[in-house]
């Protein structure tokens, strides 16, 4: 809902990588956020991208390509404990951030 | 050392009531929202304050009354509860100048039942 999809589930494979892709609106564009939600517990700023291209950051690397409206966000080396739901946040311009309705992501041994 | 806090974290109630929620944050930030996530995980912005004046009010009912006495507390009163109410309701503070810096922090949620 609000311009911006995501898958609403993802399973992957303990020690593999996986890419959650996430699309938004174009028009009035001024940031992707990504956000980790564990069950139960409030949501975790993980990335923010505004310029097009890849940033890492340990384990996790997040992608922006603005004319496309489309992000990933990577993880790699996945660990149990990076079961959880996976947030796709856009920024406004009007100093707002609408986010995805997440990608619970489970990760089996 | 809590940066942002909230009270109550679960708060059960009957129709037709009226109930708070508190929230603070010792970030030092000037922004300061809440959110509410549904029971499908969707978390929607509903009201965000700058320096203790409202600058998002989204299509909320107004029976939810946000209240900033200060920038580092944002109440939220609700009133005649109903039913679908019952959510898990997110607070949230950033440094609130644009970009990068309006990186939410969110307090540990009030999950509110409304019987």
């Known amino acids: 809902g609000q311009n911006i999809d995501q898958p609403t589930e993802m399973t992957a494979t303990e020690g593999a990588i996986v890419q959650i892709n996430c699309t938004y609106q174009?028009?009035?564009?001024?940031?992707l956020f990504w956000y980790q939600q564990h069950a139960g517990e409030a949501p975790t700023f993980l990335s923010y991208?505004?310029?097009?291209g890849l940033e890492e950051k340990g384990r996790f690397s997040s992608f922006l390509s603005r004319s496309k409206g489309y992000s990933y966000l990577l993880l790699k080396e996945l660990q149990m404990k990076d079961s959880a739901s996976y947030l796709c946040a856009w920024y406004s311009s009007a100093s707002k951030i609408i986010f995805g309705s997440g990608t619970r992501l489970s990760i089996r041994p | 050392d809590t940066a942002v806090s909230q009270t109550p974290k679960y708060l059960v109630t009957q129709m037709g009531n009226d109930k708070s929620i508190k929230c603070e944050q010792n970030?030092?930030?000037?922004?300061m929202y809440w959110y509410k996530q549904d029971s499908k995980k969707f978390l929607k912005i509903m009201f965000s304050y700058n320096n203790k004046e409202l600058i998002i009010n989204e299509t909320v009912p107004n029976r939810f009354s946000p209240k900033s006495p200060d920038k580092a507390h944002l109440n939220l009163h609700i009133n005649s509860l109903e039913l679908g109410d019952s959510a898990v309701y997110f607070c949230a503070s950033s440094q609130g100048t644009g970009g990068r810096t309006d990186t939410q922090y969110f307090g540990p949620g009030t999950r509110l039942t409304v019987l």
């Open positions: 970030l030092g930030h000037d922004t």
């Open positions: 174009t028009s009035g564009f001024n940031g």
């Open positions: 991208n505004v310029l097009d």
